[in-house]
């Protein structure tokens, strides 16, 4: 039995994808861990959708204590629900709400399965503590 020799490449492309997935990995830890120890949320309206490589992103904005953030996502949020079936520009006119940390705004999720009421008008200019109108809450209580 003749063993081929390993080549080089393939270790290194290996310990690169590895790399990348520890480091995924500890960014969702950290992000998670700062949403656990205190959230606050809001509305992100999206303004406008982008491609990268073929893939649509959404370029959406939000604001807390009234500084507009812009951020980006891929379009579809990595889940097996009814996103994935949306066509894309039915995202561009679409609300969101965001769990962000109360620490630094920046750190956020999308909370892509939850609806935001189309009656909601007013935001709150420092957010809510709670997700309001009895919706599903994401602070694990």
């Keep these: 039995m003749k063993l081929n020799k390993i080549n080089p490449a393939h270790i290194f492309s290996i310990i690169l994808l590895g790399l990348c997935a520890v480091f995924?990995?500890?960014?969702?830890?950290?992000?998670?861990?700062k949403l656990g120890k205190c959230s606050l949320y809001t509305v992100a309206k999206v303004t406008r959708i982008k491609y990268r490589k073929s893939h649509a992103w959404i370029v959406y904005e939000y604001k807390f204590k009234g500084n507009a953030i812009e951020k980006d996502d891929p379009a579809n949020p990595g889940s097996f629900d009814e996103w994935l079936n949306k066509d894309?520009?039915?995202?561009?006119?679409?609300?969101?709400?965001?769990?962000?940390?109360?620490?630094?705004?920046n750190f956020h999720k999308l909370l892509w399965d939850v609806a935001v009421?189309?009656?909601?008008?007013?935001?709150?200019?420092?957010?809510?503590?709670?997700l309001p109108f009895g919706l599903k809450s994401y602070n694990n209580e």
Excluded: H
């Excluded at 995924?24 to 861990?33: F, G, K, P």
């Excluded at 894309?88 to 769990?99: K, P």
């Design 24 to 33: 995924y990995v500890r960014d969702r830890i950290r992000l998670n861990s």
């Design 88 to 105: 894309i520009q039915e995202l561009a006119n679409r609300r969101f709400w965001v769990q962000m940390s109360c620490e630094d705004p």
């Design 117 to 130: 009421p189309d009656t909601l008008q007013n935001i709150p200019v420092n957010g809510w503590e709670k």
